[in-house]
């Protein structure tokens, strides 16, 4: 009972989650033959396609001197670097050629690395799996293979539609995250005459429960006071309308809204860059209104105006973070933020000792705030 009769303060680490896939860039920012800069989880890497199409990621940075890879020439299946013009797989990063040794030179150049990293694409997405760093000094070797797939939206008929958007954050990657689960802000940031209004603020009760690396809000009618809702509804003529609202770690955002034969459903993540910046991405598909024109458009204009008022609040919020970096949880609204913290130490802690992971919740439990 003490967890409700006072706030709780809280520090957020900052700490960035390896082992998991993350977005890396939109397929179409990735041309065949081109190298493209990222930074993920504060790793310079240069991405590109191969002749093939597939997509491929290195660190940016040549094991010889340090020169940028992106900076070099890609040819075929092999970069080369601009310093020395050094040759590297771009799939493997295994070194393929050192022009400076002479034929009496013995070097084992296949020992080689400039480090590599898996790729995926799904969904107009690149993404990679971040593995744990090696230790210091420990050089670069061979990527090894993911212990399991990307994630990918989920999808319930052969025919849909899909758009995406992505936007920067200019905040750590835990704001990010427990804005993004946030239940309480609706009202007073995303006002729109099409949406809800501030004046719409009504009780509102929710089931959660537990799920492997995370939690899901239960399957619920929809809130009475947001248009599009309401539109659905009519549109469907669906008996019921229910969502379901799932956060797995590291930083994943399920949302799927089904109403008879019709479904909605996205998958948003929130991407450490640095520990001061962050990238929202949100992929949405969808078979209701397939008729409509310009409906993957409508749909993007939509998720933009949303994102971009989240990017603003947050980048005001930034500007305080600078002096008073502790939060003030309440229960019930913040507790999806408490089981975020919970969850990702709960983590740490499992492969730090090399056990199983504890999950925070206990089981099942009821939420109620006002929004």
């Known amino acids: 009972m003490a967890e409700l009769e006072a706030p709780q303060k809280q520090t957020p680490d900052s700490l960035m989650l390896f082992g998991f896939w993350y977005r890396a860039l939109p397929s179409g920012q990735v041309q065949r033959s081109q190298l493209v800069k990222q930074t993920l989880l504060e790793i310079p890497l240069v991405i590109g396609r191969d ?64 480090g590599s990293f898996a790729c995926s694409e799904y969904d107009n997405y690149i993404w990679i799996y971040i593995p744990e760093p090696a230790p210091a000094g420990a050089g670069t070797t061979k990527a090894l293979e993911p212990p399991f797939a990307a994630p990918r939206v989920p999808t319930f008929s052969d025919k849909y539609k899909i758009a995406h958007l992505t936007a920067d954050m200019p905040v750590s990657v835990d704001h990010g995250i427990i804005g993004l689960m946030d239940p309480a802000h609706g009202p007073f940031v995303h006002q729109a005459w099409w949406w809800r209004s501030r004046h719409s603020i009504h009780e509102k009760q929710k089931a959660f429960e537990p799920i492997p690396l995370g939690f899901r809000m239960s399957a619920h009618t929809p809130s009475s006071n947001s248009a599009p809702y309401k539109l659905l509804r009519l549109y469907a003529d669906a008996d019921s309308i229910t969502t379901t609202i799932d956060f797995v770690l590291p930083n994943l955002r399920y949302e799927t809204i089904r109403a008879g034969k019709y479904w909605f459903s996205s998958l948003t993540t929130v991407t450490p860059i640095t520990r001061n910046h962050c990238r929202i991405d949100v992929v949405a598909c969808w078979n209701l209104f397939r008729w409509l024109p310009f409906g993957p458009e409508l749909l993007k204009y939509v998720f933009a105006k949303f994102v971009e008022q989240d990017r603003r609040t947050m980048e005001m919020q930034s500007e305080g973070l600078k002096y008073n970096p502790h939060l003030m949880l309440i229960d019930d609204a913040d507790r999806p933020a408490k089981w975020y913290f919970q969850l990702k130490q709960a983590y740490l802690e499992s492969r730090r000792n090399g056990g199983e992971m504890k999950h925070p919740m206990p089981g099942p439990v009821t939420l109620k705030w006002r929004s």
């Open 51 to 114: 002749p093939q199409g597939r997509p491929f990621a290195l660190r940016d940075a040549c094991p010889h001197r340090g020169m940028p890879l992106s900076c070099g020439h890609f040819e075929e299946q092999q970069i080369e670097c601009s310093y020395h013009g050094w040759r590297f797989d771009a799939h493997t990063g295994q070194c393929q050629l050192i022009p400076s040794l002479t034929p009496d030179q013995n070097l084992k150049i296949d020992r080689i690395y400039a």
